[in-house]
């Protein structure tokens, strides 16, 4: 997608980090570029608005679910594992009964 002029962050580069645009996982100088970019071009600017709209209606038809107490446990320690860099079981964390290794 692009509106064919040139800019100085490319359409392909917003389209990229969209969604860390969108949950604010980013620096505020890409974030400035970002704006930016948006200002000068339309069908990202577009991309912007419906990628936002979904991420709201997501939130207000799925936001209030309660994850269950073990699986966020079992998730989180998978985290910690992976940012330790030790190494992770290759079974799925969230069965009851993980396969035999």
Do not use: W
């Amino acid at each position: 997608m692009s509106c064919g002029e040139p800019h100085e962050t490319e359409c392909s580069e917003v389209l990229d980090h969209l969604y860390e645009f969108l949950d604010h996982e980013m620096p505020d100088s890409d974030c400035t570029k970002f704006e930016t970019h948006f200002g000068e071009c339309n069908p990202c600017l577009e991309k912007y608005g419906l990628e936002q709209a979904v991420k709201k209606l997501v939130k207000r038809c799925c936001g209030s679910d309660d994850v269950p107490t073990d699986l966020r446990s079992k998730v989180m320690g998978r985290i910690e594992l992976i940012r330790s860099g030790q190494a992770v079981p290759d079974h799925d964390v969230t069965a009851d009964n993980p396969a035999p290794g």
